[in-house]
């Protein structure tokens, strides 16, 4: 049986991942001085990372002289230049409504990981309209290590004082899967094709909110007789 749910919110929720994948691919392009082509692989490596370890992957992807502070002021820049682009309504993964649905019937608990800010976590949630469903948020930002370390999960089971067997997970970037197993939960992976991410830790898998909704069910109903469900 399932007390609680733990959702990433980048590439999960909302469908930014490969949006940002294709600007982070142009702004490397942009400051790059390596003269070797850098593959789909390469680029998707460094999806899904905390800020500090993000600056520091591109630097050594692009081989580029400029500072990690310097590239981490420059995207920054870039990423509110081209932020204003996203349509987070459009690019919502609506059916997570059903999800939250059951979650509500079952009284399990709901909750965010984002290695996201949480000024931009709050803000898609009430955006998307879901914000009041959420029992629990925390950012990797307000922690000294985000994803891949396990800090972030393990700060969620102590809030609800739950052990990491009766959790799932729902992220789609290896850091992320990487972090929910090194804190003991099980991880359900929204399956991403377009970016070459490497998902094979994940326990399950799910191409949409229904299909990882079939799996929470049969996670939660699991040894409970027809009486009990």
Do not use: W
Request: hydrophobic share 40%.
């Amino acid at each position: 049986m399932l007390d609680l749910i733990i959702f990433d919110m980048d590439g999960v929720i909302v469908d930014t991942e490969y949006f940002g994948f294709e600007h982070l691919k142009n702004f490397i392009d942009e400051i790059k001085t390596r003269q070797s082509p850098i593959s789909h692989q390469e680029y998707s490596a460094i999806i899904g990372r905390s800020y500090d370890d993000l600056y520091l992957a591109i630097k050594t992807l692009s081989q580029t002289d400029l500072s990690v502070n310097d590239i981490g002021k420059m995207l920054s820049e870039y990423v509110q230049k081209h932020i204003k682009e996203i349509d987070y309504i459009s690019i919502f993964r609506k059916d997570i409504i059903e999800i939250i649905h059951f979650a509500k019937q079952q009284n399990i608990k709901l909750a965010i990981a984002s290695s996201s800010s949480r000024q931009q976590i709050e803000n898609i949630l009430i955006l998307c309209k879901i914000r009041p469903h959420f029992d629990f948020i925390i950012s990797g930002k307000e922690l000294p290590q985000s994803k891949p370390n396990p800090a972030i999960y393990q700060k969620v089971l102590a809030h609800f004082s739950i052990p990491a067997n009766k959790a799932v997970t729902i992220e789609d970037s290896s850091h992320g899967i990487q972090a929910a197993k090194k804190a003991g939960i099980t991880v359900i992976a929204y399956e991403e094709t377009r970016i070459a991410i490497d998902q094979t830790l994940a326990d399950y898998k799910g191409k949409n909110m229904l299909e990882i909704l079939d799996i929470i069910k049969r996670l939660h109903f699991k040894n409970r007789t027809k009486n009990e469900i």
